[in-house]
């Protein structure tokens, strides 16, 4: 079956780094998405990633390794601002999204 | 640009009821669809439009149903509300389908069925 694992929940402190982890097991592959949603809000995009490699925007990087079916999403500089959850979607070999349950990130003063 | 605009934004409704859900964009989008997200769980979709008059089922489209008349309006009726469809309803666009196509989703609707 498909499957998208990510941690439910982690805690960091303003102005550090933090990494969220994403795995997945899908029927093909055709790129991973990392969405934001503030509590009570819709998602928003933030990355895609199709080739292994780094991709980075501002404070936010998102890592992939097809081998490994594996993704990251590094936010440096962290601000009040992240607290949020962070999804991770995959689209398979029909286009369709998988999603990941999100990781709701804490950000601490 | 309003973007995807949903309608509305709560709703309480009794086992049995029916009701639908707006949506609407303005940005020219081919591609609608209709997630359910739940907690502890990742978004569901569960119907979906690739074009005006063409739709199809997602992954949990049992009792709902969609129609696509226009480019702008994706509408999801309930037909017989239950407690199992309590959840927050997400609309979302994209340009077309394919590999980096990012979804616009509207604010939300939060359904609780009694």
């Known amino acids: 079956g498909q499957n998208i694992d990510q941690p439910t929940e982690m805690t960091a402190t303003e102005g550090a780094i933090v990494q969220i982890n994403c795995t997945y097991q899908t029927s093909g592959f055709n790129g991973l998405f990392w969405y934001q949603q503030h509590a009570g809000e819709a998602p928003t995009f933030l990355s895609y990633n199709v080739l292994d490699g780094l991709e980075e925007k501002g404070r936010f990087s998102s890592f992939l390794s097809r081998s490994k079916g594996y993704s990251y999403l590094l936010l440096k500089e962290l601000q009040m601002k992240d607290s949020a959850s962070y999804l991770c979607?995959?689209?398979?070999?029909?286009?369709?999204?998988?999603w990941g349950a999100g990781t709701k990130l804490i950000i601490k003063p | 640009n309003a973007g995807v605009t949903q309608t509305p934004k709560f709703q309480v409704l009794k086992t049995g009821q029916s009701m639908t859900l707006q949506c609407a964009q303005d940005m020219n989008h081919e591609y609608m669809s209709w997630y359910r997200q739940d907690p502890g769980m990742g978004l569901r979709l569960i119907h979906y439009s690739v074009g005006a008059g063409i739709t199809d089922q997602g992954e949990v489209p049992n009792g709902y149903n969609v129609s696509r008349s226009t480019t702008e309006d994706f509408p999801l009726r309930l037909l017989s509300a239950a407690p199992s469809q309590t959840s927050v309803y997400f609309c979302a666009s994209s340009y077309e389908t394919g590999t980096a196509n990012v979804l616009t989703f509207g604010a939300g609707s939060r359904l609780t069925v009694l």
């Open positions: 979607a995959c689209m398979d070999s029909n286009y369709q999204l998988i």
